[in-house]
């Protein structure tokens, strides 16, 4: 059984339930929580997914407790009325955190896709680190996308026999989406020669005077910059929609525009000059796009791509964000560096890995490749 509620976990979780149905000695499950609504029901759609559940937990405003519990009571018949062998949960969400401990109480063995990953700090992201330390708590089995994230795990003492490194599979991904002639209508707002950004920006610790800040840092390097243009999907969120629109509206060269599916936004990465972000995922597949990423947070539990030198952690304060971007622009040696840089986050064969690895598991085969 797969569990997931947001749209990133669709995305990385697709390769992973394709995988399953393509064994013949597997059957998926999949479970959603609505932890995002219409988001959520894009990448359904594109990758051809039909639940077998739908707890629909999503409300306006709701809080984090709210979700979680509406996630934990909502599993309980779910889980009882299917007896999965295993519960697949992905990241970091707070639907992720809630399935895991359903399962647990259910006494149903959970693997964690992405686990390892880390900041070391539980209120950045909040509250993406500290539900993806208690997933890893409760989880039997680690999916580790890096060596870092299997360090990261052994660290806190988790057994390294049931640790296995597999790559993400946000690469896997990628082979479903990226097609070399995708075209999107707001393409035809940039006139020709221009370059353009692609810019998300949404989590709750961004959310306010951070946003601000970043936003005026854009607004000023766009007015500045007679050749750039910026296209941004502006999240759902009412608080996002607001300071997006009041700093935005009057800028000829920025382009607010509807969220995307993962097709388009996987199709705009590949034409975009540069990606600013404080995503997760986005950080491991603008790599796979050969695109820079300037990231819109004080720390990153993705260090490896910084290693790499294909991410730069910039941050939030107005004059570090226009400095990193104008260098960006201005400094070729720099783009190049970062645009050429290595992928250290997969190959694009995760999925497969993970369901043999479950497979195993399940048929009480596992043998640990000693990685």
Known sequence: MTIFGTRPEAIKMAPVIKAIDANPDTTPIVVLTGQHKEMLQQVLDIFDIHPDADLKVMARQ???SQ????????LDPVLDEHRPDLVLVHGDTTTTMAAGL??????????????GLRTWDKFSPYPEEMNRMLT???ADLYFAPTQ????????????ESRIFITGNTAIDALKYTVHADYHHPVLEAIPQGHKFILLTMHRRENQGQAMRNTFMAIRN??????????IYPVHLSPRVQQVAHEIFDDVEGVHLIEPLDVTD???????SYFIMTDSGGV????????????????STERPEGVTAGTLKVIGTETEAVRNAMTELLNDQREYRAMSTAVNPYGDGHAAERIVAICRDYISGKLRHPGM
């Open 62 to 64: 709701q809080t984090l």
């Open 67 to 74: 979700i979680t519990s509406k996630v934990i009571l909502g």
């Open 102 to 115: 359903s399962a647990f109480y259910h006494q149903i063995p959970v693997g964690h896709v992405e686990a």
């Open 136 to 138: 890893d708590d409760i």
């Open 148 to 159: 870092l994230s299997k360090d990261n795990l052994l660290q806190e003492h988790h057994p």
């Open 221 to 230: 390097v766009v007015l500045a910059t007679p050749d750039l243009d910026v």
């Open 265 to 271: 936004f996987h199709g705009l990465a590949s034409q």
């Open 283 to 298: 950080q491991e597949e603008a790599p796979s796009l050969n695109k820079p990423v300037l990231v819109l947070r004080d």
